[in-house]
């Protein structure tokens, strides 16, 4: 088990490292000036003063030079400064929490709802229950995310007023209840899918037959048996998912007007504010391989197979 750890920390280290560089050469490889940008136009801020900010943020250093300097200072704890002077640091310190809420709450769902819809579908395979499941998550694949995110704000917000249309002063739930069922709904219809044909493989392997001719219960059968098999690539997929919700944040934040790092990284876009959203990246990067890694060493616990693959 430790030398599997030890060889998906070693797979970790260059992925970390090509998509930070990655995102870095995005960001500031984009057309533009963020110093003039800053001062409203070049012509607005004097040479020395312009000078001494591209300086400050080693604007004037080869890419390649910029990209050691960040990671020289993020291996000590400093994500680094914005344009207007605030520590990305303390930005992500203060949104942070309203990101990790609606993850959470996302990721939530998507366990309570999907896994029960994926059993109810599976156990009755071929019937009409099987068919709605299947209708219903083909929908939530089919309309992209920001749509289902306007219409139900425009729904459950404006027209029946039952959830606050924005922000988050009406606190948990109420607050992140419609934006965190909207992040969720394509994570909830792959649960339910993956659940689905885990558990029917497993209700047709050897296993359950035997435990059927043994005359054991079926609800014994299912739940002890086939469904704790059939969970084992659920939970994998879970996992990751939850790192994939923190980066997916960032339309739904915008939208609902939610004070979290994906609403900081919109509105850093818009400003050409590039520490802040390297930054964050940065920061979700790291959350999304600790997250795989976990599950990937949570997986090769529950099936040691995976161990000598």
Do not use: C
């Not at 280290?13 to 560089?21: D, H, K, N, S």
């Not at 709802?113 to 994926?118: R, T």
């Not at 059927?212 to 079926?218: D, L, T, Y």
């Amino acid at each position: 088990m430790a030398g599997y750890i030890v060889k998906r920390l070693l797979q970790v280290i260059p992925v970390f490292f090509g998509t930070t560089f990655l995102i870095f050469v995005v960001v500031y490889a984009l057309p533009g000036d963020p110093i003039a940008a800053l001062g409203g136009g070049k012509q607005h801020l004097s040479e020395s003063v312009y000078n001494e900010l591209r300086q400050r943020y080693n604007l004037d250093d080869p890419l390649l030079v910029q990209y050691g300097k960040y990671m020289f200072n993020l291996f000590q704890g400093n994500f680094g400064t914005d344009f207007q002077g605030h520590e990305v640091s303390a930005i992500i310190a203060r949104n942070w929490p309203t990101s990790i809420i609606l993850g959470v709450t996302a990721w939530a769902m998507q366990v309570v709802v999907g896994i029960p819809l994926g059993v109810w579908a599976a156990l009755n395979r071929g019937k009409f229950a099987d068919h709605l499941v299947g209708v219903v998550t083909t929908l939530a694949f089919a309309v992209p995310v920001f749509v289902i995110a306007y219409v139900a704000q425009l729904l459950f917000g404006v027209q029946l007023k039952w959830f606050p249309v924005a922000g988050v002063s009406a606190g948990w739930p109420v607050a992140f209840i419609v934006p965190a069922a909207a992040l969720a709904i394509m994570g909830l219809a792959a649960t339910a899918r993956l659940t689905r044909s885990s558990l029917i493989e497993n209700l047709q392997s050897n296993y359950v037959r035997t435990a059927i001719s043994k005359g054991m219960p079926q609800r014994r059968i299912i739940m002890n048996h086939a469904l704790r098999n059939s969970l084992i690539p659920v939970v994998t997929f879970l996992g990751i998912e939850f790192g994939g919700l923190m980066g997916g944040a960032i339309i739904i934040e915008g939208i609902f007007n939610l004070p979290g790092l994906g609403n900081q990284i919109f509105l850093a876009i818009g400003q050409q504010n590039g520490p802040t959203v390297v930054g964050i990246s940065t920061l979700l990067v790291i959350v999304f391989l600790v997250v795989n890694l976990l599950v990937d060493v949570l997986y090769a616990y529950l099936d040691p197979r995976i161990r000598h693959a």
